[in-house]
Nanobody, 113 residues
Framework: QLQLVESGGGLVQTGGSLRLSCAAS????????MSWDRQAPGKERELVAS????????RYAESVKGRFTISRDNAKNMVYLQMNSLKPEDTAVYFC??????WGQGIQVTVSS
């Protein structure tokens, strides 16, 4: 079965850093665009970052551009989201996604002011 399992979330102070990891299985990982979404309380889910199959193409939401970096390791079926200079508005549940409507269970990121 297709699985996407996020890890690495937690509580961090404003200005701190976290790295989220997503372990993928059940499909040919290197064939797919992968992404990170997030959903804050009372708000709609939004795309944070995406990365092409080979890792050569990336795209970021304007709100995180310059602070977050998405990467992937196709040999390990892993996707990462390095989050630097975190702000309280980054507080949300973060989801690892595969093109086609598949996503993980989500992981909480909380940034305290």
């Amino acid at each position: 079965q297709l699985q996407l399992v996020e890890s690495g979330g937690g509580l961090v102070q404003t200005g701190g850093s976290l790295r989220l990891s997503c372990a993928a299985s059940g499909f040919i990982f290197s064939n797919y665009v992968m992404s990170w979404d997030r959903q804050a309380p009372g708000k709609e889910r939004e795309l944070v970052a995406s990365i092409g199959p080979t890792g050569s193409s990336t795209r970021y939401a304007e709100s995180v551009k310059g602070r977050f970096t998405i990467s992937r390791d196709n040999a390990k079926n892993m996707v990462y989201l390095q989050m630097n200079s975190l702000k309280p508005e980054d507080t949300a549940v973060y989801f690892c996604n595969r093109l086609g409507g598949y996503w993980g269970q989500g992981i909480q990121v909380t940034v305290s002011s």
